[in-house]
């Protein structure tokens, strides 16, 4: 996992990654976060899941406008629903 100001990233370095999994936990995480997933850029303010945006990878993008209360929180649901996907 990686969080940078403007995304947080699972990718091949995450531990237990999946490369088989990576398309379930793309659209696990669209649902149970309540986030569309897009392979293209959204316009809008809100954010979104994303696939293979950097590399293979699954990312969530522009969480810049969400309170540090609020990403903690989708951090942890994001961990949560990524160590369910890849076990």
Same mark, same amino acid.
């Given at each position: 996992? =990686?969080? #940078?100001?403007? !995304?947080?990233? %699972? &990718?091949?370095? /995450? *531990?237990?990654?999946?490369?088989? +999994? *990576?398309? =379930?936990?793309?659209? $696990?995480?669209?649902? *149970?976060?309540?986030?569309? @997933?897009?392979?293209?850029?959204?316009?809008?303010? %809100?954010?979104?899941?994303?696939?293979? +945006? !950097?590399?293979?990878?699954? &990312? @969530? /993008? +522009? @969480? $810049?406008?969400?309170? #540090? #209360?609020? @990403? #903690?929180?989708?951090? *942890?649901?994001?961990?949560?629903? %990524?160590?369910?996907?890849? /076990?």
């Amino acid at each position: 996992m =990686l969080i #940078e100001s403007m !995304y947080y990233q %699972f &990718t091949p370095q /995450s *531990k237990m990654w999946n490369e088989d +999994r *990576k398309e =379930l936990l793309a659209r $696990t995480l669209g649902y *149970k976060l309540n986030l569309p @997933i897009s392979n293209n850029h959204i316009s809008g303010d %809100f954010p979104f899941i994303q696939m293979d +945006r !950097y590399g293979s990878d699954v &990312t @969530i /993008s +522009r @969480i $810049t406008r969400m309170s #540090e #209360e609020a @990403i #903690e929180k989708m951090v *942890k649901k994001a961990d949560k629903i %990524f160590d369910e996907v890849m /076990s």
